[in-house]
């Protein structure tokens, strides 16, 4: 089966690290080789490779186990129609009633020769079946252990054995031989037989409303669906007659079916289970290719899926365009490509520049807009693109302080009226666009023949009569504080 079970705390090679969880320790991966859910679905019972079975809430909590329920692995259970009882088939030859409550085992069942490969309760009466590998179909007594009897049609190990829910005089069985057959328990004979498979079946089930309807499932991973009253005959061969049409029918060959619909390539693999939904309008598969697969109808009219990958294999449909087989490996080397890139951006991002733009001139000044040159980096109102770091001037050291946007943009606001040879108003210097007049309160002690060493040092011309002279007061604040010296009381640091 494709699942595994993680509640085991014995230790093994392959096994994960344990874990704590609800209800017990997570340990290494044991295969589970059944499982079944009771008829109210408060239940799970699971089979293991080991002989072991355990007991499962709905939300998976592994609530008790019976570590030595079998002496080999669990092939197969089955619920009785009161959900007190379960039934189990083992490789150990035996089969075992458990009584639910207290989890131990009320009888046993011996008679067959070989590994018990499957079993059913009968959904109403007290009728076990079960197949083996010694190819024989037996019939018991749940009350007195007894064989009833035994059949015989198959030619090899027996797979699955599953009685009808709508018309329980029904049993469907599968095999190894490549068949799958179907008794009628009121003649103990069987009355069709499905072939068509090219590789033994390992699964079967019944349809949960239309009763003529069964699905099985082959090791070479196709899915038929058998329609019992529609033999289906492909073209040659005489159609054969139905024992209960015929005028004898205890002694009527079984009429063989065909299958009424074939998903060829379903999986990959064996097909190790097959389950209809309660409505019957989806069907599960669980595969040895680890997929589970689900199967509804075609909608009415539809006939394009008949050429999909499952009808018509993947490289059929891959030559006619309708599937890629390298569609999966593509999507995922295209999504790793775009997380490489978008790790690439990222890191483009945080190595733009965040701090200042302008060599000496930080970012926006709280309060004020800054705006966006398309590039990354916040400007200030007025000035253009950053520009580059010049190189150091002889003679101006490299620690030289940086000056403040705030101070600088005062103090070119002070400036009077233009003078010879001097720049017009509100201009700024060329190719440095002045910022407005800023209120609030003025910078304080500035020292304008540094700040005249230091905008030559940032390369910016400086016009041939820039003196201390051509600044005047700002209106209303009675001149520059600091400029009067560093000792004046409106130079609280002093310089």
Known sequence: MAFYDDSGADSQPFGRP??????GIVGPRRPLTSLAWSHSHDWLISGGQKGDIKYWRPNFNNVETIDDAHHDAVRDLAWSPSDTKFLSASDDTTLKIFDF????????????????????????????????????????????????????SHKNTVTATRFSRVNQNLLATSSRDQTARVFDLRMMRDICILRGHEKPVSSLTWHPI??????????????????????????????????????????TPAQVIYPAHRVQYAHSATIWSLDWHPLGHILASGSKDNFTRFWSRARPGETSYMKDRFHIGEEAAEAQGTWSRGFGRRQMREEEEQELQDEAESLVD??????????????????????????????????????????????????????????????????????????????GFPGFPMLPALSGTPPANVDLAELQKQLMSQGIPLPQNFAPQHFSPLPGTGGLPGLQGSNTPDNPYGR
């Not at 009253?229 to 209960?244: F, H, K, R």
């Open 18 to 23: 344990q874990k704590p969880y609800e209800g």
């Open 101 to 152: 409550t207290s989890r131990t085992a009320d009888t046993v069942l011996t008679g067959h020769n070989w590994d018990v490969k499957s079993c059913d309760w009968h959904p109403t009466k007290g009728l076990l079946v079960s197949g083996s590998k010694d190819h024989q179909v037996k019939f018991w007594d749940p009350r007195t252990a007894r064989c009833l009897t035994t059949l015989h």
């Open 210 to 251: 239309h009763s003529s309807l069964i699905s099985t499932g082959s090791e070479d991973g196709s899915l038929y669906h058998y329609l019992l009253d529609e033999p289906n005959v492909p073209s040659g061969q005489i159609p054969t007659i139905a024992p209960y049409d015929s005028p004898d029918p205890a002694n």
């Open 350 to 427: 945080q190595r733009k520049p965040t701090g200042s733009v302008l060599p000496g001139i930080q970012i926006a000044p709280p309060g004020g807009t800054p705006h966006n040159d398309g590039l990354g980096s916040q400007l200030l109102p007025g000035i253009g693109a950053p520009q580059p770091p010049p190189a150091p001037s002889a003679g101006i050291p490299s620690s030289m302080p940086q000056m403040d946007p705030n101070r600088l943009a005062a103090l070119l606001s002070t400036q009077g009226a233009p003078q010879p040879n001097s720049i017009p108003p509100n201009t």
